[in-house]
């Protein structure tokens, strides 16, 4: 089945860091890949998608590529900020499936 | 533009009771899934909801069941409840894409606090 491996957290920033969150994946057929962040107590956000090799998804600074030949999407942001501190998932969507695959997900704490 | 509404936000049993929990999708989706997320981990996918029949099941016992109305909400509904079952309750609504069995981005509502004593 569909699996996904993240970097394990937490990883901890200063305000203004890089940031690069590393995820590979296993997914039947050609999947799409989604990130996911989750801020305390609350349910799932959409942060980023991308549906074809070498697209790349952006949203609020935060960047990722779809990478097919290494079947990764890592997560990136030039300059982090106090208010990205959450949990971040990364998720494949199988060709042909209709689950998302999570793994345990990363925790980013970003000090001021 | 309301998006994925869950209800109730909270909700204590104890074991061996039944729990139904609510989910309206945003406007213009027809499809609903539903996950758990026990603390500290992942969501995990229990099944999914299309034209009110069920789709796709994840790993989950039968004491999992759930119900799509026209309207395209949709109920989890868990019997025989276990300690075990403490968890985070996720609901996500897509649009079903086409004529294949893709389909789009899932978006999520806030979740049901589920404690089960």
């Known amino acids: 089945g569909d699996s996904v491996t993240q970097m394990e957290g937490p990883v901890t920033l200063s305000e203004e860091a890089f940031l690069t969150i590393n995820c590979t994946y296993t997914a039947t057929g050609y999947p799409s890949l989604f990130w996911y962040v989750q801020y305390p107590g609350e349910g799932l956000q959409l942060l980023l998608k991308?549906?074809?090799?070498?697209d790349k998804g952006s949203n609020k600074g935060f960047e990722a590529t779809y990478r097919k030949e290494t079947t990764s999407f890592h997560l990136e942001k030039g300059s982090v900020q106090v208010s990205d501190s959450a949990v971040y998932f990364c998720a494949p969507l199988g060709t042909g499936r209709r689950a998302l695959t999570f793994g345990s997900g990363t925790r980013l704490q970003v000090q001021p | 533009d309301a998006g994925v509404t869950q209800s109730p936000t909270h909700l204590i049993k104890t074991r061996g009771q039944q729990v139904t929990l609510r989910c309206s999708p945003k406007?213009?989706?027809?499809?609903v899934s539903w996950y758990q997320q026990a603390l500290g981990q992942g969501p995990q996918f229990i099944f999914q909801y299309y034209e009110e029949e069920e789709r796709q099941r994840g790993n989950f016992p039968d004491r999992f069941s759930g119900h799509q109305f026209p309207n395209y909400s949709s109920e989890l509904n868990v019997n025989a409840l276990l300690l075990g079952d403490s968890a985070l309750y996720l609901c996500?609504?897509?649009?079903?894409?086409?004529?294949?069995?893709?389909?789009?981005?899932?978006?999520f509502g806030p979740g049901t606090r589920l404690t089960v004593l």
């Open positions: 991308a549906t074809k090799a070498d």
């Open positions: 996500a609504s897509s649009l079903r894409v086409g004529a294949g069995v893709r389909t789009d981005t899932q978006y």
């Open positions: 406007s213009g989706h027809d499809t």
